[in-house]
C-alpha cells in the first residue's frame, strides 16, 4: 500500500470562506467516493492556529504505484488540483506501508 499525504496552505490574502477554497475543498471531498482506486480517504480543514501549520490536508491509500497514477490521472482528480493551483500552494509525500 502507498500513502498519499497533502498539506495545502492558502495563498496570502485568500480565506477558508473564500468561494473558491469552499469549492475546491468540496471538489476534494467528493472524490472519495468517485475514484477505485481509493482504498482510503479522508480530507479537511486544519483545527489549529500555528502559523507553521497548512491549510487542509488530503490522508488517502492506493494499493500501489501503478494505483498512484491512475488516481493521479483521473479526470476529477485533475479537475480539483487544477482548483487549487489558483489559490494554495502544497507539499506532498507518497510512502508505502
Known amino acids: 500500500m502507498i500513502r498519499h499525504l497533502v498539506l495545502f496552505k492558502l495563498n496570502e490574502g485568500v480565506a477558508r470562506d473564500d468561494p473558491r477554497a469552499v469549492a475546491g475543498a ?5 472524490l472519495g467516493g ?10 479537511g480543514w486544519n483545527i ?3 502559523p507553521i501549520a497548512h491549510d487542509f490536508a ?17 479526470p476529477d482528480h485533475q479537475a480539483a488540483a487544477a482548483q487549487w493551483r489558483e489559490f494554495a500552494t502544497w507539499v506532498i509525500a507518497d510512502y508505502e506501508f
Request: with cysteine; proline share 0%; glycine share 2%.
Open 26 to 30: 468540496e471538489a476534494f471531498s467528493a
Open 34 to 43: 468517485k475514484i477505485g482506486e481509493l482504498r482510503f480517504w479522508e480530507c
Open 48 to 50: 489549529t492556529d500555528r
Open 58 to 74: 488530503i490522508n488517502s491509500a492506493v494499493e500501489d504505484a501503478d494505483a498512484l497514477k491512475r488516481y493521479l490521472e483521473h
